[in-house]
């Protein structure tokens, strides 16, 4: 895929973000009490984990002479974090790869560069992170970042990331929950990171304004799913730890969602007679999750959808 600069990222998302301004009432984000979050350390086998804490998932593959970790989460969460991996081993973080730009996800590039970690992201990621970016979410003007807090190390298509014993490979799955996005694939363990093509116990999120839309969110669930086989273990964006099965459940979801918003739309239905409608209320008990991101759920779909 051809990286998108910056001019080309701001002019092909600024009438969509204009249009959702309109729909979306602003709300400043609320923090954590950031003392009070436990990092929690889920042994996948392999010498591989996964790290919930706040913000996206992490997952951390450990090797003879280095680690090999996936997201950072928030700033604050950065202490945590390293307090967490020294716990299973004292080996040093080598590579920080970032499944995209979102700041629960980036929050640590900087600190964790600052430890001697290598962060890497896909093109068009730190794209986004150096131009700054809208939340498709709050419609909060996200700041530029500079410096340690963007990857020294990008990629277009796909990439392998070695340490003693163990690698992983990284995949970049086109215009799905951003333009940015990365899956990593651990085949030595038979573990997947997502990212937040997958988000679980909610609507996932799906970033039209930075690139991501739901067909590209449907195609990544159908890679995912030819790769893996009953035994991997799947650490989503969000959500508990995965496995094939609920991955198919997921892609099915996607799907039907996307048929009956393009049915709307076909009708001349408004955003607000969707909203009305409730097309997903049948879902939303076994999806999960508040009314707010199943709205943004909707209005991602049909402005998506509509063009």
Not at 58 to 69: Q, S
Not at 119 to 148: D, F
Not at 225 to 248: C, E, F, M, Y
Not at 262 to 267: P, S, V
Request: aromatic content about 6%; proline content about 5%.
């Amino acid at each position: 895929m051809k990286p998108l600069t910056h001019a080309a990222l701001g002019a092909a998302f600024a009438l969509i973000a204009s249009a959702a301004q309109a729909q979306t009432q602003t709300t400043p984000p609320v923090g954590p009490d950031w003392s009070k979050v436990v990092v929690k350390t889920i042994d996948l086998g392999q010498r591989t984990y996964m790290l919930e804490g706040q913000g996206g998932n992490v997952t951390v593959a450990i090797g003879d002479d280095g680690i090999i970790m996936v997201d950072g989460q928030f700033a604050p969460m950065h202490d945590k974090l390293k307090a967490a991996i020294a716990a299973l081993t004292p080996q040093p973080i080598k590579y920080l790869v970032n499944t995209h730009h979102h700041g629960d996800h980036t929050g640590g590039n900087a600190a964790f560069a600052a430890d001697g970690a290598t962060v890497v992201g896909h093109v068009n990621e730190s794209a986004l992170l150096a131009s700054g970016s809208t939340s498709v979410t709050t419609m909060q003007v996200v700041a530029p970042v500079s410096g340690a807090a963007l990857p020294s190390q990008t990629y277009s298509d796909a990439l392998t990331l070695s340490v003693k014993g163990r690698s992983a490979a990284l995949k970049h799955p086109v215009a799905a929950h951003t333009a940015g996005d990365t899956y990593v694939w651990f085949a030595d363990a038979n573990v997947l990171s997502t990212g937040d093509t997958v988000v679980l116990g909610r609507y996932p999120t799906i970033d039209y304004l930075n690139g991501g839309g739901i067909n590209g969110m449907i195609a990544a669930a159908e890679s995912y799913l030819a790769l893996v086989n009953d035994d991997t273990r799947i650490v989503p964006g969000h959500g508990p730890l995965t496995s094939k099965a609920r991955l198919a459940e997921y892609h099915a979801m996607l799907v039907t969602t996307r048929e009956r918003m393009t049915k709307l739309i076909a009708e001349g239905k408004s955003l607000d007679d969707v909203y009305a409608a409730r097309p997903f209320a049948d879902l939303d008990a076994k999806v999960g999750g508040a009314e707010g991101p199943a709205r943004n759920y909707i209005r991602a779909l049909y402005i998506g959808l509509k063009g």
